[in-house]
């Protein structure tokens, strides 16, 4: 089981990234997958997910109305659309997934076994 999450960079704050996490081995889209983020001192954050309990899409309310995520099941690909980014969206974003039924939330970090390497975000003010 790999994870590949890409597409983070150096951004102005008010501008726009999209990453993009990819899986080989098995449908990324089978189960549940959640962008989590991570920045320096701080405990690592649910962003959005994709439940597999209820197959509902679920957002952090930080950036709620700012991030979008979506899928392709073509390309076994999960997006972040991150727009009018804020230097405070400064962090390692990750992308995780899970084979077993959602439990609670799916922003919850608990419950993933398996996680991409991360790429920075870096929000310029």
């Known amino acids: 089981v790999q994870l590949q999450a890409y597409g983070g960079g150096l951004v102005q704050s008010g501008g726009s990234l999209r990453l993009s996490c990819t899986a080989s081995?098995?449908?990324?889209?089978?189960?549940?997958i959640g962008w989590f983020r991570q920045a320096p001192g701080k405990e690592r954050e649910g962003v959005s997910c994709?439940?597999?309990?209820?197959?509902?899409?679920y957002i952090a309310d930080s950036v709620q109305g700012r991030f979008t995520i979506s899928r392709d099941r073509a390309k076994n690909t999960v997006y972040l659309q991150m727009n009018n980014l804020k230097p405070e969206d400064t962090a390692v974003y990750y992308c995780?997934?899970?084979?077993?039924?959602?439990?609670?939330?799916?922003?919850?970090?608990?419950?993933?076994?398996?996680w991409g390497q991360g790429t920075q975000v870096t929000v310029s003010s």
């Open positions: 995780a997934t899970d084979f077993e039924k959602t439990r609670g939330t799916c922003l919850s970090d608990i419950q993933y076994d398996y």
């Open positions: 081995g098995f449908p990324l889209l089978s189960y549940a």
């Open positions: 994709f439940s597999s309990a209820d197959g509902g899409t």
